[in-house]
DNA sequence: TGGTTTTTTTACCGCTTGGTAAATTTAGAC
DNA sequence: GTCTAAATTTACCAAGCGGTAAAAAAACCA
């Protein structure tokens, strides 16, 4: 018998009806990441629909019956590692000190997204995947999460405008364009690859970015 | 008998194995249209895999049969989107007037740019999702058309930096930002919906970018 | 060591998928 | 109207999909 599998992970709250107990034993825990780690792999290049329970077995090196014995399915895998990423994702804007000093708080912010592009290249694309879809699993996250962080650091960022310590600016769409010059590097690597396949590109694209958002921000008088 | 589709558009080279008869009817031209109407629908949204034949299909009107008789095959759809796509999608570069006024021409770039990804978003998410998978069916066309086109304008904003008018900036790096921040808007629109609901969006965003772009590229004396 | 639980494998299943063959209907030329 | 070619429908596969049942194996614990 013991048909049941460990479900999901503890420290979130129950979703599925297996017994959840507590405690995942070693191979447990290595075996999930195994599915996990392979599951980023497929998901982030194939998005959801595209992925097979098949690819993701094959790059754990389990079988697909055993993979479905940890996850309750293809689709808790997806959640699984959609919940997993954005706690990492929306860290660097967390980090952002309202008491720094403001331009530089925000180069730094910069600096930190592209970083996470750089190592983590497949949650980007994971990402840029299911929004792309149009968020199916994650619309309600978007708004319960994301959308309060992003309003504290919109008001973080008018007060720093208003108080003269940055050139005026719309914080929100300053919040998107840093967003979306730092995840183009990951999320459209093979065509940033193909027009510039010089080496120093990752030192190039920081010092650009860091001039971009420089005369954006620096406030009037230099 | 007569079960030969009329194969490929009679301008590109004929790939398939059809007669390739040149003058498609008013019927074909109408149902082919509505066929990659419906197609641009589902792949924008879902991808290349998580598309079916059955949702365009049902997305046009037409039975899945009569699709493929009018194209060979699921992949043949897409691939032919994705050229229809690129002519499109390179004009607002082609338009840059080297012997226009520099600030000024690079300021229309980004505003027809951001007027693209307003008017076709489909076609936008489109191009993600191919670049996002690792662009397997367009990458030759990347090398042979799109990176000609870059290195050719790279070279004319160099040239309009060295005779000053243009703040020294990286030329590609400038280009890759004006793709992300513009693009943006279509790819990430759930996001961006969701973070500003403002009906003024759309007019906030252009006056962002031109400021964006005006602080960045403008030589030394205002 | 023996018994129990956890983990893994084997053998499936029903459904959807892209695609085909051939018959049927429709449109166009005379 | 009639003949012919184009267009469409009907009826299908074979393969791949996510998922399940149950037996076998491995790990754990006394």
Redesign the interface.
Known sequence: MAQRPPSETPPTDDTSDGPAQAKPSRIQKRNRALILEAALDVFS??????ATLDQIAQGSGLSKPNILYYFNGKEEIHVTLLNQLMDRWLDPMRQIDPQGEPLEELLRYVARKLQMSRDYPRES?LF??E?????PRM?PH??AV??PL?DDTAVVIQGWIDAGKL?P??P??????I???T???A??E???S???GSPTRDA??E???R??YT??LRPEGR
Chains 1, 2 share one sequence.
């Open positions: 290049q194939e998005g959801y629909r595209g694309r840029a995947n929004i792309l879809q149009g968020a619309g978007l708004e994301l959308k992003v050139a600016t719309e929100r769409h300053l919040i998107f364009s967003w979306a010059t995840q183009h590097y999320d459209f093979v065509q940033v193909v027009l510039d190039t694209a010092a650009f970015l001039t971009l005369r954006l």
